[in-house]
């Protein structure tokens, strides 16, 4: 699983995550996680801050940031979340 794969997730869904559980899944510390999140495109503002839902400063909101009150914060679920996505999508390019 990679960051792209995520965010692209997280956005189609119109689902929040935090650090934390990303750089869970990813196998690095929020830190590193941020830094590489650094000068990506609006999706990298679906990874949000534990305490405040948000994005980190210098993040620009993603259309819909906010439409979905749902925060994944374990790791486990996001894993879910990103397999029965991507399963639903190739499911639909199989037709």
Do not use: H
């Not at 689902?15 to 990303?22: G, L, P, S």
């Not at 996001?78 to 996505?85: G, K, N």
């Amino acid at each position: 699983m990679d960051i792209p794969t995520i965010l692209d997730t997280l956005n189609e869904n119109r689902i929040r995550a935090t650090y934390e559980a990303v750089a869970e899944v990813l196998g690095m510390s929020p830190g590193e996680l941020e830094r590489a999140l650094q000068g990506l495109d609006r999706k990298g503002s679906w990874v949000v801050d534990e305490a405040s839902g948000k994005p980190r400063p210098g993040f620009e909101e993603a259309d819909g940031l906010f439409e979905n009150y749902l925060i994944i914060r374990d790791a486990a679920r996001l894993r879910v979340l990103v397999y029965a996505t991507r399963e639903t999508s190739s499911d639909k390019g199989c037709s």
